[in-house]
């Protein structure tokens, strides 16, 4: 059984600077498609980033240039660097998991048909 686990969330002005942790066990990363997802109040979760098991990332274009997705050379945390925080990246962020062959199908990412999520870390921004 996958266990993800998020750290890192926090409050932060506009502008500022936060990195997001997930804790990857149970599983051998290396086969598992990796990704972060993001769910404001009243709004539908959305894709952030994902990085496949050669990886080769991908991000949604909100977030591209300002976020950059990575995991350590043990594949066992990922990472998400969010620079220039805005108020709308205010969410709850998840991290998911896909055993789906490793890579970053739509279905995945941006869908969000995950076979794993963590509990979510709290980001807000404010202005």
């Known amino acids: 059984q996958v266990q993800l686990v998020e750290s890192g969330g926090g409050s932060v002005q506009a502008g500022g600077s936060l990195t997001l942790s997930c804790t990857v066990s149970?599983?051998?990363?290396?086969?598992?498609?990796l990704g972060w997802f993001r769910q404001a109040p009243g709004k539908e979760r959305e894709g952030v980033a994902c990085?496949?098991?050669?990886?080769?990332?991908s991000s949604a274009d909100s977030v591209k240039g300002r976020f950059t997705i990575s995991k350590d050379v043990t594949e066992t945390t990922l990472f998400l660097r969010m620079n220039t925080l805005k108020p709308e990246d205010t969410a709850m962020y998840y991290c998911a998991a896909d055993r789906s062959g490793g890579r970053c199908y739509p279905e995945f990412f941006p869908g969000g048909r995950a076979d794993y999520w963590g509990q979510g870390t709290q980001v807000t921004v404010s202005s």
């Open positions: 149970g599983y051998i990363a290396k086969y598992l498609a």
């Open positions: 990085i496949d098991n050669s990886g080769r990332s």
